[in-house]
C-alpha cells in the first residue's frame, strides 16, 4: 500500500518516465522531502502514472513533436513549476538521504546555492552497488533562471528521440553560472539485466557515432572536461582506453565480477559507436 508523500525542501523535482512501472516507487518514496515532485510521463501502458500519482506526484502527459524543445528542455518552458529550482532524477536514479540532507542544507538560510550543480551517480550494477571504477556525473540540480539545454543538430539521428543526448545543460549567459560539484552520489539502477544495457546502448552508440561523425557535439560548460572528451572522442582504440580507465585507473577491480562485468560493457559500447562511426565514413 502506497502512503502519500510530505514536501519540504523549496525545489522542483522532475522525473522523466516511459514504462518505469518497476522502478518509479522506489524513485519517488526516496524524494519524500522535496517540496514539489512531477512526473512527465511518454504514454506509459504500464502503472507507471497510477503508482506517482498515488505516491502524491503531479503526473504530466508529454508528446514529443520532433522538434527541439526535447523533453527537459520543454519541461523548464512548459511546466508551471513552484520553484526556480529544479532538480532532474531519472526513474531508475534513488537519490540517498545523505544526499537529500546535503541538497537541504544548500537551501538554509545564509547559504545561497551555485547556480547549478553536478550530481555523481554510483552504478548499480546487476544488483550490486559499483564503490569503484566510473561514476557518471551531470549537471542535474540547477536554477532553470540560469541554465538550459543546448540545441545540436541531432534531429535526424536515430537512437535518443524525444529526450535529450549525452551532453550537459549550459549557462543561457556563456562564461556566466559557476559549477558546482555535490560531495554525496545518488545510486543509478544502470542494469537490472545486461540484454536491456545492451539493447539501449545500441541505440546511443548509432546517436553517439552520428554525433562525433557531424561534428554536432555542444561544448561542456566546464572548459577542462570540455577538453579532455574532445580529446577522447578522437583517441584510437577507445574501447580499450575505457576498459583500462574503468577496472584499472578508477580501481573497478576492486568490485570483483561486477565491476569487471562493467568494464567490459563499457568497452563493448564504445566498439559498437566506432563500428557505427566506420559505417558513416564508409557512407560518405
Excluded at 146 to 158: G, Q, T, Y
Amino acid at each position: 500500500m502506497t502512503t502519500p508523500l510530505s514536501r519540504t525542501i523549496p525545489l522542483s523535482v522532475i522525473v522523466a518516465t516511459r514504462n518505469e512501472q518497476e522502478a518509479i516507487g522506489p524513485c519517488l518514496s526516496a524524494l519524500e522531502r522535496f517540496d514539489e515532485i512531477v512526473v512527465v510521463d511518454s504514454g506509459s501502458t504500464d502503472q507507471t502514472a497510477s503508482i506517482s500519482e498515488a505516491l502524491g506526484a503531479q503526473v504530466v502527459p508529454f508528446v514529443w513533436d520532433g522538434r527541439y524543445p526535447k523533453k527537459r528542455q520543454w519541461c523548464l518552458d512548459t511546466l508551471t513549476l513552484r520553484h526556480d529550482w529544479v532538480f532532474f532524477v531519472d526513474a531508475d536514479e534513488i537519490v540517498p538521504a545523505a544526499l537529500t540532507d546535503e541538497i537541504a542544507a544548500l537551501f538554509a538560510p545564509g547559504s545561497p546555492p551555485q547556480p547549478a550543480y553536478f550530481v555523481e551517480g554510483l552504478y548499480v550494477w546487476r544488483g550490486k552497488t559499483l564503490r569503484h571504477g566510473l561514476r557518471n556525473a551531470k549537471i542535474a540540480l540547477f536554477d532553470r533562471r540560469s541554465m538550459r539545454f543546448p540545441v545540436v543538430d541531432d534531429l535526424a539521428f536515430p537512437g535518443m528521440g524525444e529526450m535529450e543526448g549525452h551532453y550537459q545543460p549550459v549557462p543561457k549567459t556563456p562564461g556566466s553560472a559557476h559549477i558546482g560539484r555535490l560531495r554525496t552520489p545518488l545510486l543509478h539502477h544502470a542494469c537490472p539485466d545486461r540484454a536491456a544495457w545492451d539493447a539501449r546502448h545500441a541505440r546511443y552508440a548509432l546517436w553517439e557515432a552520428e554525433m562525433t561523425a557531424r561534428g554536432a557535439w555542444p561544448p561542456d560548460p566546464v572548459p577542462f572536461r570540455n577538453n579532455l572528451k574532445r580529446l577522447f572522442r578522437f583517441l584510437p582504440r577507445r574501447d580499450i582506453v575505457a576498459f583500462i580507465h574503468s577496472f584499472v585507473r578508477k580501481k573497478g577491480f576492486l568490485d570483483g565480477a561486477a565491476g569487471l562485468d562493467f568494464a567490459l560493457a563499457r568497452a563493448a559500447y564504445y566498439r559498437a559507436i566506432a563500428r557505427q562511426i566506420r559505417r558513416l565514413r564508409r557512407a560518405q
